[in-house]
């Protein structure tokens, strides 16, 4: 019996475990771990900010997996031995066969000086009920939403969210500014100029400013600091920056960029049976960006990884590839959704699109939740 040691149980660590039982179940020991019970897709977060549904709603314990034949440990990974495909899970090694890795990206709000005091963390489910609160309570006058570091989960999730608050503002009656700043030189950098110029165009018709090239220096009370100007504020949510978690920075695994480097295609890393899947990497794009943090993209780097242990496992040389082809909902209010798409890994430049909005899409997002709840928790 084979044993595959998967560390992480979100999107990527997840569609692993599932789709290694679903292929070679008889095979392999799978052992699944991750500290968190639950799994949250992450567009919940924009959800609970305006106080359309809460967090809990959307939340499924990931130890249902156990259904399927996983061993689902809840547990906190101190230590990776890549070089011995092996890890310590709270205090006791575990050896294995392939270890995957699939921690996502830790949120680093202590690296601006201000953050914790001055602003809301929107990314972070923990601060969420506070932010909420803060915005039930707003009473008008300058919402900023700061985007301090890339790159960041999810890049059309700060503009989502901009919008949605409009949205929530407008049926309330309030009346208030939002701006969004960012430190790229656009909004979405991986999509064309004319496709950034139309999402602009989008929020600043319903009065959403945005700013590129802004990247914050730290944050005063009422006031975000750059180089040469500052931007004050009412209320703040901000998106901290991002970083490999801390055991993966100490395991060797990371390159020069901080994030684990990994074969795009494959998701080998440097160490032989050792994989990497979703937010901790970092793929580099034809047109030399970087393959955004997107949990359908987690996903599919886990299912290819699954098809190829399925295959070396069997005897067989590995063909599974990750196509890099998919993409992600930009909700934009009144039940509508765009959609950022595309083939990301294509040669010589990525091919990726800005659709219009539809409630077409809206419906698919919805879907998007509902599907995997279906296929790993029921
Ligand atoms: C507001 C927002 C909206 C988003 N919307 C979308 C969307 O519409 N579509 C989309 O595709 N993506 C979306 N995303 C991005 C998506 O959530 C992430 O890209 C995805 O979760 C990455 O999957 P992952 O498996 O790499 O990491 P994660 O899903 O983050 O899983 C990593 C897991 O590792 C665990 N972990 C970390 N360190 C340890 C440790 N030391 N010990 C034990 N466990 C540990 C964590 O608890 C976590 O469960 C959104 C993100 C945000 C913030």
Known sequence: MQRVLILGGGFGGIATAHRLKQKIGDKVEVILVDRRPYFMVGFRKSWALVGESPLEAGQKLIDSLARVGVDVRQATIDAIHPQEKAATVDGERIQADAVVVALGAELNPSAVSGFSEHAYNIYDPNDIPRAEKALN???????????????YKCPPAPLEMAMLIHEKFRKKGV????????????TLPILSEASCDSVDSRLLENGIRTYGHHKALSIEAGEVVFEKRKIGFDLLLGVPPHRAPAVVRDSGLTGPSGWVEINPRTCETSFE??????????????????????????????ETVADRLADVFNGREPTAQFSGEGGCYFEVGNGEAMMIKGNFLEEPAPAVELTESSKEFYDQKIKFETDRWARWFE
């Open 273 to 302: 049976g050792v994989y990497a899947i979703g937010d901790s990497t970092q793929i580099v794009l034809a047109n030399k960006k970087t393959l955004p943090k997107a949990g359908l993209f987690a996903e599919m780097m886990g």
């Open 175 to 186: 009346e208030a500014t939002i701006e969004v700043f960012t430190p790229q030189p656009v």
């Open 137 to 151: 309570e707003f009473k008008g006058g300058r919402v900023v939403i700061g985007i301090f570091g890339a790159p």
